[in-house]
Nanobody
Framework: QVQLVESGGGLVQAGGSLRLSCAAS????????INWFRQAPGKEREFVAT????????YYTDSVKGRFTISRDNAKNTVYLQMNSLKAEDTGAYYC????????WGQGTQVTVSP
């Protein structure tokens, strides 16, 4: 059973930066493509970024391209999301999971960007 723990969220002003971490226990992370998702209040959970198991291929939703960077350290079983130039619309709870969302969700980490 995989346990996912997201951390690094907080309250920042627009234009600021945060670095989120997603740590996995119970299974080796390195074999899987991992996604970051986010959920704003009253909205469905949406895709943000993905990284292949090798770390060599990444993809982002259009709204975060050029501002967010996903990376991973397989030795630490951890995936990161560096978020720069944050906007109010980036506010939400951020989660990580396999690309097919098949693992149990973690508690997420809250990101709040003030205008």
């Amino acid at each position: 059973q995989v346990q996912l723990v997201e951390s690094g969220g907080g309250l920042v002003q627009a234009g600021g930066s945060l670095r989120l971490s997603c740590a996995a226990s119970g299974r080796t992370f390195s074999d899987y493509t991992i996604n970051w998702f986010r959920q704003a209040p009253g909205k469905e959970r949406e895709f943000v970024a993905t990284i292949r198991y090798s770390g060599r291929a990444t993809y982002y939703t259009d709204s975060v391209k050029g501002r967010f960077t996903i990376s991973r350290d397989n030795a630490k079983n951890t995936v990161y999301l560096q978020m720069n130039s944050l906007k109010a619309e980036d506010t939400g709870a951020y989660y990580c999971n396999r690309a097919d969302r098949s693992w149990s969700w973690g508690q997420g980490t809250q990101v709040t960007v003030s205008p």
